[in-house]
């Protein structure tokens, strides 16, 4: 049963515009968010995170949406960049029924072409 | 510089042999965690340590097994029981906050 879904496994934007990475999950505990990039045969790096209270957070060209009716969030990078191209992981966690257990997503390939 | 290191990067497996992947922080975080990742796949929760002297099972600990001695070290040993034990393992670690950290991974290999 896969509780944090990323449905696309790829996705290609042209260097200067918008990547917008897509997460759904289906459990209705989880209140944390992260998103991690992930370069091959390395460990992930974290970007960027949102608590549940909230609906946007915003750090320099990173954005991550949280719509909690929908249970959806994504990532917003703009202006993408050739250096952004990398694995980028969906991951949640459920605070009080599971401390800091991170369920990840399968993860999008993203492709910034120059 | 603080942070995670694993170590080896490569290491191999004979048949019926286990082996031990090191990971150690100096972050002072109190948990740390183990993932496996195979291809196409996310992160899949191996084992945990909330603190010392303390761990719990993941989503697939059969075949692995871990220990919390210190706070800065917990090392997973792939036993002959893991049966398809070739994968990228990844260690992690968090603080107060609920972000975890990641190492740089271990490539274990079956000869």
């Known amino acids: 049963d896969q509780q944090v879904k990323q449905n696309s496994p790829s996705l290609s934007v042209q260097e200067g515009r918008i990547s917008i990475l897509n997460c759904d999950y289906t459990n209705s505990m989880f209140d944390y968010f992260l998103w991690y990039k992930k370069y091959p045969a390395e460990g992930p790096t974290f970007l960027i995170s949102i608590s549940s209270i909230k609906d946007k957070n915003e750090d320099g060209r990173f954005t991550v949406f949280l719509n909690k009716s929908a249970k959806h969030l994504s990532l917003h990078i703009v202006p993408s960049q050739p250096g952004d191209s990398a694995v980028y992981f969906c991951?949640?966690?459920?605070?009080?029924?599971?401390?800091?257990?991170?369920?990840f997503g399968t993860g999008t390939r993203l492709a910034v072409r120059p | 510089d603080g942070g995670i290191t694993q170590s080896p990067k490569y290491l191999f497996r004979k048949e019926g042999q286990n082996v031990t992947l090191s990971c150690e922080q100096n972050l002072n975080h109190d948990a740390m965690y183990w993932y496996r990742q195979d291809p196409g796949q996310g992160l899949r929760l191996i084992y945990y340590?909330?603190?010392?002297?303390?761990?719990q099972k993941g989503d697939i600990a059969e075949g692995y097994s871990v220990s919390r001695e210190k706070k800065e070290s917990f090392p997973l040993t792939v036993t002959s029981a893991q049966k398809n034990p070739t994968a990228f393992y990844l260690c992690a670690s968090a603080g107060s906050q609920e972000t975890q950290y990641f190492g740089p991974g271990t490539r274990l290999l079956v000869l």
């Open positions: 991951a949640a966690s459920a605070s009080e029924s599971s401390g800091d257990k991170l369920t």
């Open positions: 340590s909330q603190i010392v002297n303390d761990f």
